[in-house]
C-alpha cells in the first residue's frame, strides 16, 4: 500500500441512531490513525436523501462505501472491529 | 468533512435500542383494526379459509421451507391488490434478485411489466456476497427509503420475501428480536398490510436457530404455514393457518398446488356443506332403461357411484351418462385417469356413444389425468379448477379408485369426501366409477375411498360366468331417496347402444346371454304356435257359421217358394170356381131356364 494513495470514503447513516453515530466515531478514530492526511468521508443521512440510498443500493446502515482506491468495498455494521475492517479496506494495522 | 450531514435527527429508527430491550418487551399492541377489514389475496381458497384474506394493516408471517411457494403466493398477493383492490405494492426481495421473480412469475400471466411502471415496486434487497459485516447494523436505512417509495406510490401492501436471509446477518438474537419489532412496528405505524416470509419448518423444526421465528409468529396477528411433504413418493403442499386474530379460520391443513394461474388453494368442507343445495330435479342417465329402474334417473347434485370388475362397462355407462348431459346443453368435465382422452371418445364410440362432436363445439371437456400427476389432493384441486372454469354441470371421474394408489389412504378418503361434498355444494352432478379389485375378498372395493358411504346412488356392476360365458349385470345397490328396481338386468352392449334386458331366472338361476336368448326363443315359439291354433280354431268356426247361414238362408227361400206356390194354389183354385160358375151361368143362358129358381137348383147340384 503506497503511502500517497487518497482514500475516499462514503457512510451512509440512519439518522442518529446509534450503530450510526458509532459507526461514524469508529470510522473517524480509524482514518485518524491509519490514513492521517488522506482521506476523505462523506456522509449520507438516509432520512435525509432516501432516494439516494435507494439508487445506490443501500439497505442496512450504517454502511461504509470504499470508493478510491479500487476495488470498491462495502462494510455493513458499526465497524468495531478494527482489525476485520482494515483488512477488508487493505490496509495493513500500524503496529503499535 | 467528517460528520458532515450526520446532525440530522433521527425520528423512530431511535426508539428500539439495545438499551431499550426492556422496554421493547413490552408486547406492542397494535393499532386494532377495529372493522376487521381484510385484504384479499386472490387465491380463492385462501380467501375462503381465512374469511376474506390477510388482516388489513397489520402484518401477517408465511413460513415455509425452500420451494414450498412464499414467493408466489405473496407475489400473488400483491398482485391482486395492485390489479384489483386499488392497493399498490412493495416487494422486498432479500433472496432473489427481483428480475429473477418477476421472470419466474412471468409464466403465470400476472403482467408484471405493466404492473412494475406504477403500481409495484421491486426493491433489491439481497446482501451482496462481498459484503463484510463490522459490528451491530440495523433496517432503519431501509425502512427510510421505503418510506419515500411508499409516499410516491402511495402502497398499502408490502412483502418482505425471505427476511431470514438478512436476519442472519445479524450478530446475536437480541439483534434479530430488536430488527423484527423495529420492522412490526413500522409497519403499523404506516398502516400497511405487510407480508413477511421466511424460511422455516413451521411448528414442527423449532431448533435454536429458528427461534427468531417463533418469536415472529407470536408477535403478527395472523401467520401462515406452508409445508411441501413427500409421502410415499408422492409430492404433497398443504398450506395452515397457524393463527389469525380477531377472525375466525380453517385450523386444518389445507392442500394447495401452483397451478397454471398462481397458488390454487383447496378450501374447507365445513363452509361448503352447508350452503348444499337440494335439488329434486332428475337428471337422466343416458341409458333410458336405468332410468325406469332409478324411477326417472339421478338426481340432480347427487353422487353416483358405479362400481365394478375391469370390463364391466363402468366407462360405457360413464360416457352414456356425459352424452345425455351434452345432449341437453349441460357442460360437463370428463376426467379419465386410466385412458388417454381420445381414446376414451373413439372406445365409447364403438357402443354408439358420440362425444367427439360435444367435445367439438366446447360442452364437454375431458381430461386425462396422465396429464396431471400428484397427490389425490392435487387432483383434487386440479378437478375442481378445472369444473369451475369449465362451469361443468355435471362431473364424470373414471376411476376414482386410481386414487387410493397416491399418496396415504386418510388422504385419499377425506378427499374423495371432500369432492363429493364439494360438487354437492355447487349442485354438480357427480359420476364416480371406482375399479373392484378380481382379487379381492371385500365386495365393497370402494372400500378404501369409502365413497360408497358417501354416495347417493351405487351401482354395481358384474359378470355372471354361466354356461361357457361372461355376461354382464347391473344393480342398484343402493339409491337414496328413490324407489328403485331390486332385480338384476343384464347390460348389452351393441353398436348400436347401450341396452338393458331383463334377466330370466329359471330353477333359481339367473339367466343371460346366450341362455337368456335361448330361453326367449323357446317363448316365443310357444307364443307363435299358441297364435296359429287359435288361428285355425278361428277359421273352422268362421266356416260352420258360413255354413248354417247358408243352409238358414236356403231354407228361407224354399219357405218364401212354398208360401208363393201356396198363394198360386189359391188364385188358381178361385178363378176356377169362377171360371166354373160363368160357364154354368152361360149355359143356363143358352138353355134359357128360368133366372130366379134354377139357380137354386144349379146352387145345390
Known amino acids: 500500500m503506497t503511502r500517497q494513495a487518497k482514500f475516499k470514503f462514503r457512510l451512509y447513516v440512519a439518522g442518529e441512531a446509534p450503530n450510526s453515530t458509532r459507526a461514524t466515531a469508529n470510522l473517524g478514530a480509524l482514518c485518524r490513525s491509519h490514513l492521517p492526511g488522506r482521506y476523505e468521508i462523506e456522509v449520507v443521512d438516509v432520512f435525509r436523501e432516501p432516494r439516494r440510498a435507494l439508487a445506490d443500493g443501500i439497505f442496512m446502515t450504517p454502511t461504509l462505501v470504499k470508493l478510491v482506491p479500487s476495488p470498491i468495498r462495502r462494510i455493513v455494521g458499526t465497524l468495531s472491529q478494527t482489525e476485520a475492517v482494515l483488512l477488508s479496506l487493505g490496509l495493513e494495522a500500524v503496529p503499535a | ?605
Open chain 2, 1 to 605: 468533512m467528517l460528520g458532515a450531514g450526520s446532525v440530522a435527527v433521527g425520528r423512530c429508527a431511535t426508539r428500539i435500542h439495545f438499551a431499550d430491550l426492556v422496554k421493547i418487551m413490552r408486547p406492542i399492541r397494535p393499532p386494532l383494526a377495529k372493522d376487521g377489514r381484510k385484504a384479499p389475496t386472490g387465491i380463492d381458497g385462501f380467501d375462503e379459509i381465512t374469511g376474506g384474506g390477510l388482516p388489513h394493516d397489520r402484518t401477517t408471517l408465511l413460513l415455509g421451507g425452500p420451494g414450498s411457494g412464499k414467493t408466489i403466493l405473496s407475489l400473488q398477493f400483491l398482485v391482486h391488490g395492485a390489479t384489483r383492490c386499488r392497493e399498490p405494492g412493495i416487494f422486498v426481495a432479500f433472496e432473489e434478485s427481483s428480475e429473477r421473480i418477476a421472470a419466474n412469475a412471468e409464466s403465470f400471466g400476472w403482467k408484471l411489466a405493466e404492473l412494475r411502471k406504477k403500481k409495484l415496486f421491486f426493491l433489491d434487497a439481497q446482501p451482496m456476497s462481498d459484503l463484510v459485516q463490522s459490528g451491530d447494523f440495523d433496517l432503519s436505512g431501509m425502512l427510510a427509503m421505503l418510506e419515500a417509495q411508499i409516499r410516491k406510490m402511495k402502497a398499502r401492501r408490502i412483502v418482505f420475501d425471505a427476511l431470514d436471509v438478512v436476519l442472519a446477518l445479524l450478530p446475536d438474537s437480541a439483534a434479530k428480536r430488536r430488527e423484527v419489532y423495529r420492522l412490526h412496528e413500522w409497519l403499523l405505524a404506516h398502516r400497511l398490510t405487510g407480508l413477511i416470509t421466511a424460511k422455516a419448518g413451521g411448528d414442527e423444526v423449532s431448533s435454536v436457530s429458528q427461534q427468531t421465528f417463533g418469536f415472529m409468529q407470536f408477535m403478527v396477528d395472523c401467520a401462515v404455514i406452508l409445508n411441501h411433504s413427500v409421502v410415499n413418493g408422492i409430492s404433497q403442499r398443504n398450506l395452515r393457518v397457524q393463527k389469525y386474530r380477531g377472525s375466525s379460520f380453517d385450523e386444518n391443513e389445507s392442500p394447495f398446488l401452483i397451478g397454471a394461474s398462481g397458488l390454487e388453494v383447496d378450501a374447507t368442507r365445513t363452509q361448503a356443506r352447508i350452503n348444499a343445495k337440494v335439488s329434486s330435479e332428475r337428471v337422466p342417465s343416458g341409458i333410458a332403461r336405468l332410468d325406469t329402474m332409478l324411477g326417472g334417473g339421478y338426481y340432480r347434485g347427487a353422487s353416483v357411484l358405479i362400481t365394478g370388475l375391469p370390463g364391466t362397462a363402468k366407462t360405457t355407462l360413464s360416457g352414456a351418462f356425459a352424452e345425455a348431459a351434452c345432449e341437453r346443453g349441460e357442460h360437463t368435465l370428463f376426467v379419465s385417469f386410466d385412458s388417454d382422452a381420445n381414446e376414451v371418445v373413439r372406445d365409447l364410440e364403438s357402443v354408439g356413444i358420440q362425444l367427439g362432436r360435444f367435445v367439438k363445439n366446447g360442452r364437454l371437456q375431458l381430461a386425462s389425468a396422465r396429464t396431471i400427476t400428484g397427490s389425490a389432493e392435487t387432483y383434487l384441486v386440479r378437478i375442481k379448477t378445472l369444473a369451475t372454469e369449465h362451469k361443468a354441470r355435471c362431473l364424470v371421474i373414471d376411476p376414482m379408485s386410481t386414487w387410493s394408489k397416491s399418496g396415504n389412504d386418510s388422504n385419499t378418503h377425506s378427499v374423495a369426501e371432500r369432492l363429493t361434498d364439494w360438487s354437492k355444494a355447487k349442485g354438480i352432478t357427480l359420476l364416480c366409477t371406482s375399479l373392484l379389485e378380481e382379487m379381492s375378498d371385500t365386495p365393497d372395493g370402494a372400500a378404501s375411498l369409502q365413497i360408497s358411504r358417501l354416495a347417493d346412488t351405487w351401482i354395481q356392476l358384474n359378470y355372471l360366468m354361466q354356461a361357457g360365458e361372461r355376461n354382464r349385470g347391473l344393480s342398484i345397490i343402493k339409491s337414496r331417496g328413490t324407489a328403485h328396481s331390486n332385480q338384476v338386468r343384464e347390460l348389452i352392449l351393441s353398436d348400436g347402444g347401450v341396452t338393458l334386458a331383463d334377466a330370466y331366472s329359471a330353477g333359481g338361476e339367473v339367466l343371460m346371454g346366450t341362455m337368456r336368448w335361448e330361453k326367449e326363443r323357446a317363448e316365443r315359439v310357444e307364443t307363435e304356435v299358441a297364435d296359429v291354433a287359435a288361428n285355425l280354431k278361428r277359421v273352422k268356426l268362421d266356416a260352420e257359421e258360413a255354413e248354417l247361414e247358408v243352409r238358414a238362408k236356403a231354407v228361407q227361400v224354399e219357405l218364401v217358394a212354398k208360401q208363393v206356390e201356396k198363394a198360386l194354389l189359391v188364385r188358381t183354385t178361385q178363378s176356377l170356381e169362377g171360371a166354373l160358375s160363368r160357364g154354368r151361368s152361360r149355359m143356363r143362358e143358352l138353355r134359357g131356364a128360368d133366372a130366379a129358381l134354377p139357380a137354386r137348383k144349379a146352387g145345390s147340384q
